[in-house]
T-cell receptor, first 118, second 113 residues
Framework: AQTVTQSQPEMSVQEAETVTLSCTYD???????LFWYKQPPSRQMILVIR??????QNATENRFSVNFQKAAKSFSLKISDSQLGDAAMYFC???????????????FGKGTKLSVKP | NAGVTQTPKFQVLKTGQSMTLQCAQD?????MYWYRQDPGMGLRLIYY???????DKGEVPNGYNVSRLNKREFSLRLESAAPSQTSVYFC????????????FGPGTRLTVL
């Protein structure tokens, strides 16, 4: 079974600085998807960025980018020019490409709480 | 578009009571999901519906039932609530079962006394 590990329960960053959140995962599959979700105090789960495992190029969405190291099974999220609105819980998630059964659905890490200092 | 909506936002139940959590999406998505989130944990899948007319168990289905009423709506029922079911419940939907991105509702905070 796949697992997702986020080893940093809490992180802090100064406004306008850059921060990197870590995520590692364990799988025997070669093709899969990885996601970062943001959960602000409102509790809404918001998709931040998505990476397809077959793509070598790291995904980027504005100030958010990932460092995807497939061999190391690592998927870190970099937030540049941090803003106060970036403060939230961030969840890393894995999704198998196997159709059928619960294997085809999202497996989440326990999350990293990010604080942004003004 | 409202996206994914959930009702109620908050609910308090006594042990043994029953209730249904409602979820609806207006994105014409085929697949819908129910997750629970406990303190210090990521989300765990309770049930999902790959398409209208089908439902399947996820990681933690015990104590729950679901109904995919139509393409838009997917409800979660607790027949006899237990304190262990105190959690925040999220509904999500995606255009296809796999590997499409899932979009989440705002959550329902349920407390069972």
């Amino acid at each position: 079974a796949q697992t997702v590990t986020q080893s940093q329960p809490e992180m802090s960053v100064q406004e306008a600085e850059t921060v990197t959140l870590s995520c590692t995962y364990d799988t025997s599959e070669s093709d899969y998807y990885l996601f970062w979700y943001k959960q602000p105090p409102s509790r809404q789960m918001i998709l931040v960025i998505r990476q397809e495992a077959y793509k070598q190029q790291n995904a980027t969405e504005n100030r958010f980018s990932v460092n995807f190291q497939k061999a190391a099974k690592s998927f870190s999220l970099k937030i540049s020019d941090s803003q106060l609105g970036d403060a939230a819980m961030y969840f890393c998630a894995y999704r198998s490409l196997n159709y059928g059964g619960s294997q085809g659905n999202l497996i989440f890490g326990k999350g990293t709480k990010l604080s942004v200092k003004p | 578009n409202a996206g994914v909506t959930q009702t109620p936002k908050f609910q308090v139940l006594k042990t043994g009571q029953s209730m249904t959590l409602q979820c609806a999406q207006d994105m014409n998505h085929n697949s819908m999901y129910w997750y629970r989130q406990d303190p210090g944990m990521g989300l765990r899948l309770i049930y999902y519906s790959a398409s209208e007319g089908t439902t399947d168990k996820g990681e933690v289905p015990n104590g729950y039932n679901v109904s995919r009423l139509n393409k838009r709506e997917f409800s979660l029922r607790l027949e006899s609530a237990a304190p262990s079911q105190t959690s925040v419940y999220f509904c999500a939907s995606s255009a296809r079962p796999n590997p499409d991105t899932q979009y989440f509702g705002p959550g329902t905070r349920l407390t069972v006394l």
